[in-house]
Each structure stands twice: as C-alpha cells, then as structure tokens.
C-alpha cells in the first residue's frame, strides 16, 4: 500500500467494515478482459458467501476457477473546499479488498450457512427461507487468502 498513514491492519476492523458495506463489488478475469459486477453478500465464519443465477456469464467465470477480488466501501463522503476550488476536494472514505478463490458450494449445510449469512446481511437473519428460489440458485463461498483495508479520514480543507 503506498499511503501507509491510510493502512488498516486490525482484522477484526477490516471484517467490520467488510460487514457494514451495503454491497461488493467482484471482479474476475475473462481472459484478458477484467470483468466486475457489484452483489449482495453475506459473512460468517471467515468466509463471504454470495449467489448467483445458475446460468450467465458471471457463473460460468466463478465456475472456470482463478482468483476474484472483492471491493466493499462501507463509507465515503466527499469533501467539499470552503472556497469551492475544484482541485482542492477530497475524499474521506473506508475501503476494503479481499482476495481468494470463490468455490461454488453444493453441500446443503454450506448452502443452508450461505442462505443464512445472506439474510442476516439484509438484517433479517431469521426469515423463512424460499426453498423453491435455493433450489434455482448457485451460492459461492470465497475464504480470503489476502485482505488489504485502507482508511482516509482528512479534514476538511480550510479557506485561502
């Protein structure tokens, strides 16, 4: 990481705001093509479990195997100069990326904590599960082999 001064290292910080962002973003290699999509994810137990329709382009990507990289930014707020001079704003923000390798899970215990980690990501951990809508649906469970979390929290700049 270049700005050291920005470095999150505490895991137990890093998987807080992995927790508290609204979304991921994965990116994948199609051959020499970066390919991202942003979803909706789970944690539990040191994994992040996400899902997919069983058909399209992202699943057959996840199913060729490689490394993936997720994006989460529980936080960012723009910062805007007193004198409004367009070179002087900034950002404050937290970030995170996680690498490893997705594994596409069919075990109906892993799928049961994928659904689980899932809904309690939308804050509702307890919902009746659709089982219709599991059976149709392919879950991946990613265990980060790296994680990199940066923080920026620079004060608002002052006039002159």
């Not at 050291?4 to 609204?22: C, M, N, Q």
């Not at 994994?47 to 490689?66: D, Q, W």
């Not at 007193?82 to 892993?110: I, K, N, Q």
């Amino acid at each position: 990481m270049r700005h050291k001064d920005r470095e999150v290292t505490d895991t137990g910080e890093i998987w807080a705001a992995v927790a508290a962002s609204p979304w991921m973003t994965v990116a994948l290699c199609d051959g020499d093509e970066p390919y991202a999509v942003p979803l909706s994810f789970g944690v539990a137990d040191g994994a992040i479990y996400f899902h997919s329709s069983r058909k399209g382009h992202k699943v057959e990507l996840l199913r060729r195997g490689g490394t993936a990289c997720c994006s989460f930014v529980p936080y960012a707020e723009v910062v805007r100069p007193p004198d409004g001079t367009g070179c002087r704003y900034s950002m404050r923000f937290t970030s995170v990326l996680a690498w490893g390798r997705p594994e596409e899970l069919h075990d109906p215990a892993d799928v049961a904590v994928a659904v689980r980690a899932l809904l309690s990501a939308v804050r509702d951990p307890d919902a009746p599960v659709n089982e219709a809508a599991v059976a149709k649906t392919a879950f991946f469970r990613l265990v980060p082999e790296r994680m990199t979390g940066a923080r920026y929290e620079k004060p608002a700049a002052s006039g002159g």
